[in-house]
């Protein structure tokens, strides 16, 4: 297989694993207009989770995600409840200044309890993001079928389309509020697992995964599912190639890259919808 082919293998492998972690994040957005810079600071949380149970049980830290999937759904339930339900009427400038303000603090609690060093979980598959693929993969089909197929999913995107519609018929908008931030920060305690096999990490580490993350949906239109797919799938092939062909110090500023063109060109995103503000609710 010639470098070329491998690469882009390589940057597909990567893709998948940053779809799985962009998807709660538009998620929230879709359902809530709230841009939750936290995202990438629950991600690390998850991540040194998992550190701390692999390193105290040995278990295998893919299996790990049955714990820290719902730790995280708790945590973001209880998080809604108490702290973004207050603000979230009052515009997505309120929720960046909150979660931004939530993700430093989770910054310093993470350096208290496990230092500011950079940590890693080393199974012996740990250079293969093959199995780190196909876990995202499967959670990602796990979300898709729940959003599509049962009430509550369906309660869910009918509360991104149209609000008023959906409490018409009798959704509770405030629920299912608290449901899809909770499933959105639940993503990242699956993903947490998969980035602390793949990456080394430390509390720090939220600022390049919030702007990574942050580029794939600006990229793939903000609030679509699909969307996130397909532009982590973009992002993953355009870090690998310029880390292949440019230098891997230069990977880490492809999403700033990208935010800046596509912001540029196509604010809505590739699969986001042009809306007209003089109409827009």
Known sequence: MTQFAQTLVLGILIGGVYALLASGLTLIFGVMNIINVAHGAFLIAAAFLTYSVWTATGVDPLAVIVVTGPAMFAFGWVLYRFAVQRIRSAGP???VLLTFSIALLLEGVMGLVWGNTSHAVRPSYFNESFYACLVAAGVLAALYAFLSMTWMGRAIRSSAVNPTGARMVGVDIGAVAALTFAI?????GAGGSLVSVLYPFLP????????????????????SLPGAVIGALLIGVGEAMT??????????????????VVLLARPQGLMGARLREDVAV
């Open 204 to 223: 720090g580490s939220h600022y390049v995964w919030i702007s990574r993350l942050l580029g794939i949906i600006v990229l793939g239109g903000m609030g």
């Open 93 to 95: 400038a309120s929720s």
């Open 243 to 260: 880390s292949t062909y440019v230098g891997p110090e230069w990977a880490t500023a492809v999403p700033y890259a990208v935010i800046f």
């Open 184 to 188: 959105g920060v639940a993503t990242t």
